[in-house]
C-alpha cells in the first residue's frame, strides 16, 4: 500500500515556502520571531513525519506551541527558584 501523503520534510519546507511572502512583509524584528517559528517546525519534523496530518501548517503551529510550552516552563522553574531565594533571604 503507497503512501497517500508525499513525505513530510519536503512537504514542510514547501509549505514555509508558501509564507514567504507573508515573512517579506514583516518587520525585520518579527521576520527573526518568523524564522524561530518555522526553525521549531524544523525541530519537530520527525513527530511531524509520525502524525501523517494532511495539513502541514498545523503541524507547524503545534511545534511552535510546543516550544513556547517549553519556554513557559523553564521560565516558571526560574522564578519559582528566584521566590525561593528571596524567602530564604527574609
Not at 524564522?35 to 501523517?52: N, P, V, W, Y
Amino acid at each position: 500500500m503507497g503512501r497517500t501523503l508525499p513525505p513530510f520534510r519536503p512537504a514542510l519546507e514547501c509549505e514555509i515556502e508558501t509564507w514567504k511572502e507573508f515573512r517579506r512583509g514583516l518587520r525585520p524584528e518579527d521576520k527573526r520571531h518568523f524564522d524561530s517559528i518555522m526553525e521549531s517546525a524544523r525541530k519537530h519534523a520527525d513527530a511531524g513525519s509520525l502524525a501523517a496530518r494532511p495539513l502541514i501548517s498545523e503541524v507547524i503551529f503545534f511545534s511552535c506551541l510546543l516550544e513556547q510550552q517549553k519556554q513557559i516552563r523553564k521560565q516558571l522553574e526560574i522564578i519559582t527558584q528566584l521566590q525561593e531565594k528571596v524567602e530564604h533571604n527574609d
